[in-house]
């Protein structure tokens, strides 16, 4: 693939949080792409088998991958990788991302989220490596007033963990400001899903899932007994939540398409797009059609609303499509049936039954 300032050398990009759902399918597609790849992961919400079997995948690009097991809270680790590899660019995955935990826990939110975001930022800086992949989030518009969201709409967070993400997106800016030479672009993503088409890769969230999909899938292997539907009063087609899923495999490659932005427009400045399919669909109709892909009756139980979620939430795409050239290529068919592939074969996740709670 050619990236427009160094056709012939092969670009090297660090990932952090690279072992994690998002970062794993994301490093597969750098593979593919022909991008040399290194991972920066403590392995606190992941484990080394996710990049073992992304190696595998990638054939025989997969020799282009290294990982280093370090916490981007230790600034002389993440130094002493800097001093051995020259990176092009960095995508950083890396954080704590549960929105009910960052509420119980909002020391370590902020404690983990600034501190690893903050040292990242100073090395890249000392090291002369400005170009730059933030994963934001669509938790950024708050209880957006009107949709789709389009990426100037008024920000706000609702909790401790939105906190994190619009201050790291109001920190990329400042950077930005005080030193045009860094090229940014703040990725927001909307409702990731599904797995890598090949079941190999795919979400394995420690303990109870806080996501609809994953729980969904859970229940699908006999994990969970019930979908508790979190109200169905909303003012929707059903009552129930409307979101904007979106498959991992497509926002994997919106990661591939802001790099090759950065690396070709050198005014980019800090850039901000949302990640979507800018199509909403209900948690009923997300369990109607994963129903329908695997064949299997996920029985419900509507309860009460779960504080602080919103009605209704999708993207508006047109800038990722006219800016990026991106634009996301599978439905909810497609994930429903990737996500059903994934959990048939590996219904215990990456580690078979070794621990875990269940029902
Ligand atoms: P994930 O938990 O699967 O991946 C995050 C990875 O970061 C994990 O492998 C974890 O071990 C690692 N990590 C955390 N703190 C670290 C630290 N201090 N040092 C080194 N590694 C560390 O999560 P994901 O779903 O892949 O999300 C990736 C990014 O995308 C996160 O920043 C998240 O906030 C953001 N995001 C996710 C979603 C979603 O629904 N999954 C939606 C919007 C934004
Ligand atoms: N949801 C649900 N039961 C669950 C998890 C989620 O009904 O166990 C609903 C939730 O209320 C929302 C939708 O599914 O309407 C997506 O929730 P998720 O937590 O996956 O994404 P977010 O709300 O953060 O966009």
């Known amino acids: 693939m050619m990236n427009g300032t160094d056709d012939l050398q092969q670009q090297t990009i660090l990932v952090t949080g690279g072992a994690g759902y998002i970062g794993s399918h994301t490093v597969l597609q750098l593979l593919q792409a022909d991008y040399k790849v290194v991972v920066v992961d403590n392995l606190s919400n992941s484990v080394e088998e996710a990049l073992k079997r992304v190696a595998d995948l990638a054939g025989s690009n997969g020799r282009n991958l290294s990982f280093y097991k370090i916490d981007l809270c230790d600034k002389n680790a993440l130094e002493n990788i800097f001093m051995v590899t020259r990176f092009d660019a960095v995508i950083h995955f890396a954080g704590l991302k549960a929105v009910g935990e960052s509420?119980?826990?909002?020391?370590?939110y902020y404690?983990?989220?600034f501190v690893s975001t903050l040292n990242l930022l100073q090395v890249m800086n000392d090291k002369g490596c400005k170009k730059l992949v933030y994963s934001s989030?669509?938790?950024?518009y708050g209880q957006p007033k009107a949709v789709p969201c389009t990426e100037d709409f008024p920000l706000e967070a609702l909790n401790p963990y939105g906190r994190t993400k619009l201050c790291a997106e109001q920190i990329c800016n400042?950077?930005?400001?005080?030193d045009p030479e860094w090229r940014i672009i703040l990725l927001r993503y909307f409702n990731p899903v599904a797995a890598h088409p090949s079941g190999e890769i795919g979400e394995d969230p420690l303990g109870i899932p806080n996501n609809l999909m994953p729980f969904v899938q859970q229940v699908a292997v006999g994990r969970r007994r019930e979908l508790a539907v979190f109200g169905n009063d909303y003012p929707t087609r059903d009552g129930t939540g409307v979101r904007d899923y979106i498959h991992v495999v497509d926002l994997?490659?919106?990661h591939i398409a802001a790099l090759e932005k950065l690396f070709n427009l050198s005014d980019i400045g800090c850039a901000v797009y949302n990640l979507g399919t800018g199509k909403g669909t209900s948690v009923l109709e997300m369990v109607a059609a994963f129903e329908k892909a695997s064949g299997k009756v996920i029985p419900l139980k509507v309860v009460d609303r779960r504080p602080g979620d919103?009605?209704?939430v999708y993207a508006a795409t047109n800038k990722a499509e006219q800016e990026l050239g991106w634009k996301a290529?599978?439905?909810i068919e497609e994930m429903c049936r990737d996500q059903w592939n994934w959990a048939n074969k590996n219904p215990w996740g990456y580690e078979g039954s070794l621990e875990k709670d269940c029902m």
């Open 329 to 331: 290529r599978y439905g």
């Open 103 to 108: 509420v119980a826990k909002p020391l370590s």
């Open 137 to 140: 989030s669509a938790t950024v």
């Open 252 to 254: 994997a490659d919106g």
């Open 111 to 113: 404690y983990n989220n």
């Open 310 to 312: 919103c009605s209704e």
């Open 174 to 178: 400042d950077l930005h400001i005080g």
